[in-house]
């Protein structure tokens, strides 16, 4: 169990055996996950050609975890979380496994890809949540907001070696090759996970599942708390984030590269946010509504640098900038979520925010590259970064009222 220690920092936080644990487990899992990333957005583009496939593809994956993440998040709170997160993952395991299998077979075409992207995202609709969740079980309470840090981290390191031994794999082996490396990287996981100690639902008195739910969304839409933060959270992800699923099309299509390009810029986005993630948790935010507001707006900054770059070595410089400017976002917003929301809806409230964070650049994705087979795709990603800059410049305007809010539900929490 974690200690309670008051000690604060990376060093601290990682002094707690159980929560390191689950780090190694988490970081081998997750550099897996992004090797089959970038095999399964070359695979598609090699079939394919297409930014139109390219979206769809990405909407496939990600587009169930808007239609499962608020009941993974009521599981969550519910079921034993450790026990949520062995399922998913021994499934996902075998999904990575069956597509593996299914593309050394030859049986692979852009229709089973799709297919096999939605079951993933299927899965990773309950295990988010769930991940999430989990981590107050490994961590004492004073160093939750550094947990939360080296978190990002460990997800934006993965986008660098992911991308990395993904090229490898690709240039060297075949994309079947990067499908299995993800299958060891799941049991890796698996392995950990089973050392980690169980975790205990809220003992509170439950209201009916719809209940809950309506519980937890109110906080966060229309007149609720929280609502300006989530705009801006989905805002920046249907309208900012979509670029990275567009990447192989910018290295191939525009900068007339292959994989290694690919593989290049995708790494140059995941170098930025390490480093993005690295200094907040060095120099966290005295107040981090400000700070959400300044990195949203270098956010729209760097990807417009990345759109008009004129060759891949400026392109590889804007994306190492977008990347800082977006896990900046996240680690931000997460944190301010996790002390201002009171204890009984936060587990919701987090589902809900790694729902906005995961399904937003699916809708995203899907959008622009419907408007790109018309318009151009380096046109279509800067109206959306324009578009969400005016969505800001309103937000802005009323950051005292938002303010205001925040304090208030800090006020009621526990």
């Not at 050394?104 to 299927?122: E, F, N, T, Y």
């Not at 640098?305 to 410089?317: C, I, M």
Request: hydrophobic share 55%; aromatic share 8%; with cysteine.
């Amino acid at each position: 169990m974690p200690t309670a220690g008051g000690e604060r920092g990376l060093g601290a936080v990682l002094s707690e055996r159980v929560f390191a644990r689950y780090v190694a487990g988490n970081a081998v899992s997750l550099v897996g996950s992004w090797t089959q990333r970038v095999a399964v957005g070359w695979l598609a583009w090699e079939l394919e050609g297409s930014p139109f496939w390219l979206g769809i593809v990405a909407f496939a994956d990600l587009f169930p975890t808007l239609l499962l993440g608020p009941f993974g998040g009521l599981l969550a709170d519910r079921l034993e979380r450790r026990r949520i997160l062995l399922t998913t993952q021994s499934l996902l395991a075998l999904q990575a496994l069956s597509l593996a299998l299914l593309t050394l077979a030859g049986w692979i075409d852009i229709r089973v890809l799709v297919a096999m992207s939605a079951l993933q995202g299927l899965l990773v609709g309950i295990n988010q949540p769930a991940r999430l969740a989990y981590i107050p079980t490994l961590v004492s309470r004073g160093r939750l907001a550094s947990a939360v840090a080296v978190n990002s981290v460990v997800f934006n390191t993965a986008r660098i070696a992911g991308p990395a031994v993904g090229g490898l794999l690709i240039a060297g082996f075949g994309t079947a090759a990067a499908f299995l490396a993800n299958t060891a990287s799941y049991l890796v996981f698996i392995l950990a996970l089973t050392g980690l100690p169980r975790s205990s639902p809220p003992t509170r008195s439950r209201a009916g599942w719809l209940t809950e739910l309506r519980e937890g969304v109110a906080l966060v839409v229309g007149r609720g708390a929280l609502a300006p933060v989530f705009a801006m959270v989905v805002g920046a992800s249907v309208l900012l984030r979509p670029v990275a699923e567009f990447l192989p099309a910018l290295a191939a299509g525009v900068y007339g590269g292959g994989a290694g390009s690919f593989a290049v810029l995708t790494a140059a986005l995941g170098a930025g946010a390490v480093a993005g993630g690295l200094w907040l948790a060095a120099r966290p935010a005295a107040d981090e509504l400000p700070a959400l507001f300044g990195l949203q707006l270098a956010g729209v900054v760097a990807l417009l640098l990345l759109l008009v770059s004129p060759d891949l070595r400026y392109a590889v410089a804007a994306a190492f900038l977008c990347g800082a400017a977006f896990a900046g976002t996240g680690v931000t917003a997460q944190s301010l979520l996790q002390k201002r929301v009171p204890v009984d809806f936060r587990g919701r409230v987090l589902a809900l925010y790694g729902l906005s964070m995961r399904s937003g650049p699916a809708i995203g994705a899907l959008v622009a590259g419907s408007f790109a087979e018309g318009f151009g795709l380096r046109p279509t990603l800067a109206a959306g970064g324009l578009l969400y800059l005016l969505l800001v410049g309103h937000l802005l305007r009323r950051r005292r009222e938002l303010a205001g809010r925040l304090e208030t539900l800090a006020a009621g929490g526990d």
